[in-house]
């Protein structure tokens, strides 16, 4: 286990030698402590990469894409220790995390290659011997701020894409999970990569956060968080007029027409509203089912979740382990009460289980709730529980309306098998990504961003790797016509 920072090659305490506990969800109780950073070990940390961008951003994309590559073997490699370790600390099914680690050794050889396919152009000019270049450069020292839902594979597609591009980093990495992230980073180093290109700091985000941020040397910062704290972090950006991608929060809705495959509708909805407790970005927050169907599907996805089995993730038999946080329970527990109140139908779940030898746990069953409406908080904010509202609507178009009605814009599913409907709502909705007749809207080579406030910019394929670079046009006169 790694419990120390990074900063400029070296694995160091916070210079105050403050520290701060880290839990496991199972029992709520703490296993292990890390460095509480502070402002010395954050301007340290970017003074790190400042120095280290100087070389890193000249070494050959080449040699850069080979490091890449060895760090994503050495990841691999060990992706069991690192998985088992964030099932620890996170409380997902360590298969799952295990997952998650491979997904992120796949994220850094996808952009060791995708590097090294920034080509630029060449523009001809209607004066002879004359020509325009357009080039592209890496950004600078860059800052990567990540919380602890998928703590491996959020920072995954920030060093892939920013050591591609020939940026450096200051990791600010999540409170709640710093050690699976902590080891990963050490297994990236350990393939070779120079001192100060990947710095990383555990500690409070409203303290070193803000004071990576407030170094005019930063210049991107790569957000993935809460909307709220986005905002912030945003602010911090305006000063220096920063360049920032914000991957924010989420309320998915599911539009379950009477035509679709109703038994892959169930699964799906069941696979994607309570995988890791609920607590994804893109968990499905809200369904509309058509009303021809809606009882015969609420009662198919009744029975395929409560097939998920909740337990240990430690222990290789759950579907689902506890949630990261008490607050989380608490969060979850508070909506449903909300809806209640409001009238909406309990149709399974709704309380805590008792796991034998986990009693003091974060531990909540997955819940559907049925016949909600938009006054209704599960409805109209985001729960990241395990936790859904269905509800039943009569016309696509009405379904479109309800599912644009919220703030936030990340992405929406549809279940359909005609093609006119699939065309019209693939359109219409306002949502950066968009799955039909299947539940996985993200994968590596296509582009991931949100639209409205859950953010801008994008992670994963080619646009998430020009998110760190610099355009630049370079006009020639060359002669020799
Ligand atoms: P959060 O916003 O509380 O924290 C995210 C990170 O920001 C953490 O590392 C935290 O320490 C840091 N931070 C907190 N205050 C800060 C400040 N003032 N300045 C700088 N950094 C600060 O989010 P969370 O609870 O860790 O994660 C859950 C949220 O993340 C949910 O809203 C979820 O939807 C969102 N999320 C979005 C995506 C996406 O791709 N859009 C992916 C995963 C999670």
């Known amino acids: 286990m790694i419990t120390k920072m990074l900063i400029g090659g070296n694995w160091v305490n916070a210079a105050d030698n403050k520290t701060f506990e880290v839990s496991d969800p199972r029992t709520g109780l703490p296993f292990a402590s890390v460095p509480l950073g502070g402002i010395r070990d954050a301007d340290a940390a970017v003074d790190a990469a400042c120095l280290a961008f100087k070389s890193w951003a000249k070494t050959n994309v080449f040699a850069r894409a080979a490091l890449l590559r060895d760090a994503g073997a050495l990841v691999e490699k060990n992706k069991q220790e690192i998985g088992r370790l964030m099932s620890r600390e996170q409380g997902k099914p360590a298969q799952e995390a295990i997952t998650e680690v491979q997904k992120a050794a796949d994220i850094l050889r996808y952009y060791a290659a995708e590097g090294e396919r920034v080509y630029g152009r060449i523009i001809p000019s209607d004066e002879s011997g004359t020509f325009s270049m357009v080039v592209y450069q890496p950004i600078g020292p860059c800052a990567a701020i990540t919380p602890w839902n998928y703590p491996v594979e959020l920072l995954a597609w920030k060093i892939g894409a920013a050591l591609a591009a020939g940026c450096t980093l200051v990791c600010k990495l999540p409170s709640e ?124 996805f009744k029975e395929e979740t409560e097939k998920l089995i909740i337990g240990d993730g430690l222990d290789g038999t759950a579907d689902l382990g506890p949630m990261c946080k008490k607050q989380g329970v608490e969060a979850v527990t508070a909506h449903i009460s909300d809806a209640i109140e409001k009238g909406a139908r309990l149709i399974t779940g709704g309380k805590a289980p008792v796991i034998p030898g986990f009693e ?60 006119a409907t699939v065309n019209y709502c693939a359109q219409a909705l306002e949502a950066g990504n968009v799955a039909v007749n299947n539940v996985d809207a993200g994968t590596i080579n296509a582009p991931y961003g949100g639209w409205k406030q859950s953010g801008f910019g994008h992670e994963h394929g080619p646009e998430g790797l020009y998110e760190y670079l610099n355009v630049k046009h370079v006009r020639i006169h060359a002669g020799g016509e």
């Open 177 to 300: 999970t710093p050690l699976c992230a902590l080891l990963f980073i050490k297994y990236i180093t350990d393939a070779g990569l120079p001192g100060g290109v990947i710095n990383a700091l555990t500690g409070e985000g409203k303290v070193i956060g803000q004071r990576i941020l407030e170094r005019k040397e930063i210049r991107k910062a790569a957000f993935t968080g809460s909307t709220a704290v986005g905002k912030d972090v945003l602010a911090s950006c305006t000063e220096s007029l920063r360049r920032s991608s914000m991957e924010l929060g989420g309320s998915l809705p599911m539009l379950v027409f009477k035509d679709c495959d109703l038994d892959s509708a169930a699964i799906g909805a069941a696979r994607r509203s309570f995988k890791n407790m609920g607590q994804i970005c893109i968990a499905i927050n809200r369904i509309y089912a058509e009303r021809e169907i809606y009882e015969q599907f609420l009662s198919r």
């Open 360 to 419: 003091s746990g974060n531990w909540f069953s997955p819940t559907i709730l049925a016949d909600t409406d938009h006054s209704m908080k599960i409805m109209s904010e985001e729960t990241f529980g395990p936790a859904v509202g269905v509800m039943p609507f009569d016309s696509m178009e009405e379904a479109v309306n309800l599912a644009n009605d919220s703030i936030y814009g990340l992405a929406a599913i549809i279940y359909t098998q005609n093609l």
